[in-house]
């Protein structure tokens, strides 16, 4: 018999219960056993969702990151955040956020780095090494869940990030070589494996994504070793790689002596024949077979005619799952009224994903006659999908295919228009600005639910928008700051906001997933080809500088990163519906410029996130995202001002294809890294303005003055000083205004001192 089983579920809730609890924790609203309720609740209404599968996640749940809960078992804990606490999660949300709810101002430490979980929208916190790192393992958490998960009837398969994988995620912090610590790590491991054995587990998911990467001769040789070492591990590991194909890996693979091994079917399919002629007459192959990453609705009998073969060959050695952890995906559809019909025909999250796993292994275990209904049913709404004619637009498809390249370049070089710009708009040196958002108070979001509702007028909700960019332009005005924003209360969020005004998609009413901690995103259903009606930001900006001399940013989302985060089509190539929305932002920045807006920035916070996990294969990306964000900023005139930002992703690496891209000043994250992207400066010479993050946006602590000078100096060292601006590592709608003015006070003032050094 095919056996089920799934890699990790969204921990979140389908309520976002876990965000709400943990955000009145952090504002000491509640107490900490509140906090560890809802948690338990939720893991068991998660394992009664889960109880049809043969085999449970354990240890997939979190309370800000998966990574994160594995340094902490593994006592991997930055020296900064030891203090004496009452218990060991206050510690935790110290290194996740830079305090706990019950440290005050002045025992605030640096948080962890934040940086993309491989080419995903989540964020994980990346474990720190020294050469004098030791490991004190503690799997307290992961034991209690796994009794949790027993007390309720269904089979335990505790989830763990892999030894090598955990090396390979982190940051050394002096230039030791983190794989020096392996055989520490892997004693660490054993004694977790033996732990767990005793707990009655019988099967242990051990996750190594770094499978799916390029990997160099001494990785590999880590991965062999490691494995060695666990020949007689007294549980089953099923070793899980996702997110991309093995290639030159299968091998290294095969040889591990584990009992199992997971496949991403849906993006490594390639990889199974090559996998099942290697694999051993007693281990298991998983195989990934529904899309863990997207929200379209499996074709079941395409999937099975190619997966019958090799379970008559497996038989009972066949696993069936999702091709990586369902984290990436909402949690369920029940909560969708609003959706029309059809296309929530097309769509399956978390809770359907595991509904088409289940008929799959009927399939395949009782034959196709006795789940008929369910493949006929589901063909229908695959034939429906592909046929409709909501889905095609041709002249939208004509606009494409006359792109020239013309239409991909400035007019003129960048010190040409570097002088223009300055003469219409003189800036002081270390120009200081934000990146868009300020915060999303809860009257604004009332404000929005009741205009929605249809209980707010049009006019009185524009005159309460209005309000709030009066308030945000003045008390800009008041700090000083000298290129503002409109602060963005109009936008649910980056990328909702512009699909909403776009046709082309769809939009869910429950459909969040996690980004990091509790910050959790509702990604727009890219469902057919894109087109702008009508102008989406105008009326605000123009509205905004009518309020103020001093120059206001237009603010908008780049094609690749609406692209990267919403669920796109997977009936053509990314690289068209990426060119599609191109030609969508480039008409809204025309608008801008006609109407007198002088800067304009386009955010590409996702560009890197898009970019595919082996290197050869980035110049094709590259090829398509940086021509697509050049199709949309450069129809401008030279003194028109190109701004682009990004965030939270290592960049080092691409830096040459950001330069090609040609905006006129890019906004970087580099304060949670301490100036680690400076390093792509020592070979490379960046030739237009940037402005290096100083203010951790993602963390409640307030910058101080100067640390933001140290920053910035370490900044000027690599990079002329008339090129750099002052700003914070991204938008700020997720903090208070009490924690803002105060930041962006000491970012001004320290703007100020280094003026007066310069």
Known sequence: MVRTHNLGFPRIGGKRELKFALERYWKNQIPQQALLETGLELRQRHWEQLSN????????????????????????????????????????????????????????????????????????????????????????????Q???????????????VGPVSYLWLGKSKDSSDRLELLPKLLSAYKELLQKLASAGVQWVQIDEPILVTELDESWCEAIKVSYQAFDKSPVKLLLASYFGELK???????????????????????????????????????????????????????????????????????????????LHVPVGLANETQLEHDIKSWLAFAIQKLDELNVLSMALNSGR????????????????????ERVHNHVVKASVAALHS???????????????????????????????SFPQTNEIRQARLRFRKGELSQADYTKFIQGEIRYAIKEQEKLGLDVLVHGEAERNDMVEY?????????????????????????????????????????????????????????????????????????DQPRSISCLQLALAIREEVLDLEREGVGIIQIDEAALREGLPLRAKQWPGY???????????????????????HMCYSEFNDIIEAIASMDADVVTIETSRSDMELLG?????????????????????????????????????????????????????????????????QNMVAAAQRLREIA
Request: net charge negative; proline share 6%; aromatic share 8%.
């Open 248 to 326: 030159e890996n299968q091998s290294l693979l095969c040889d591990l002596p584990v009992s199992g091994i997971h496949l991403d079917a849906i993006n490594g399919q390639d990889d199974i024949s090559g996998i099942m002629a290697q694999l051993k007459d007693d281990q298991v192959l998983s195989l990934g077979v529904i899309n863990g990453r997207n929200i379209w609705k499996t074709n079941l009998t395409q999937t099975l005619n190619w997966l019958e073969p090799i379970a008559q060959q497996l038989k009972s050695r066949l696993w069936l799952a999702p091709s990586c952890s369902l």
């Open 498 to 570: 512009f699909g909403q005004q776009l046709q082309g998609y769809a939009f869910s009413q429950s459909g969040w997933v996690q980004s990091y901690g509790s910050r959790c995103v509702k990604p727009p259903i890219l469902f057919g080809d894109i087109s702008r009606p009508k102008s989406m930001t105008v009326e605000w900006i123009k509205y905004a500088q009518s309020l103020t001399e001093k120059p206001v940013k237009g603010m908008l989302t780049g094609p690749v990163t609406i692209l990267n985060w919403s669920f796109v089509r997977d």
């Open 146 to 160: 796994i009794e949790e998960a027993k007390a309720m009837g269904v089979n335990p398969k505790p989830v763990l």
């Open 622 to 644: 590259l090829g398509w995202a940086i021509r697509s964000f050049c199709i949309a900023a450069n129809g401008v005139k030279d003194e028109t001002q190109i701004h682009t």
């Open 53 to 144: 599968l043969d085999l449970v996640p354990v240890g997939d749940f979190s309370y800000y990151d998966q990574v994160l809960d594995m340094s902490f078992m593994l006592g991997n804990i930055p020296k900064r955040a030891h203090r004496s606490l009452a218990n060991e999660l206050d510690q935790y949300f110290r290194v996740a956020r830079g305090r706990s709810p019950k440290d005050s101002e002045s025992q605030c430490v640096h948080a962890g780095e934040m940086t993309k979980w491989f080419d995903t929208n989540y964020h994980y916190i990346a474990p720190e090494f020294t050469s004098d790192t030791a490991f004190s393992l503690n799997p307290n958490r992961l034991l209690q």
């Open 406 to 436: 013309q239409m991909e370049k400035r007019q003129s070089d960048y010190t040409i228009r570097a002088d223009q710009q300055r003469q219409i708009r003189p800036l002081p040196k270390f120009p200081t600005t934000t990146i868009g």
């Open 680 to 744: 792509a400066f020592d070979d490379f010479q960046y030739p237009n303005e940037i402005g290096p993050g100083v203010y951790d946006i993602h963390s409640p602590n307030v910058p101080e003055e100067d640390q933001i000078i140290n920053l910035m100096t370490l900044a000027a060292q690599k990079i002329p000083e008339a090129r750099l601006w002052i700003n914070p590592d991204c938008g700020l709608k997720t903090r208070t205004w009490e924690e803002v003015v105060p930041a962006l």
């Open 369 to 388: 006659a006795s789940v008929q209904q369910q493949l006929d049913d589901n063909a229908a709404a695959v034939a429906q999908r592909a046929s409709s």
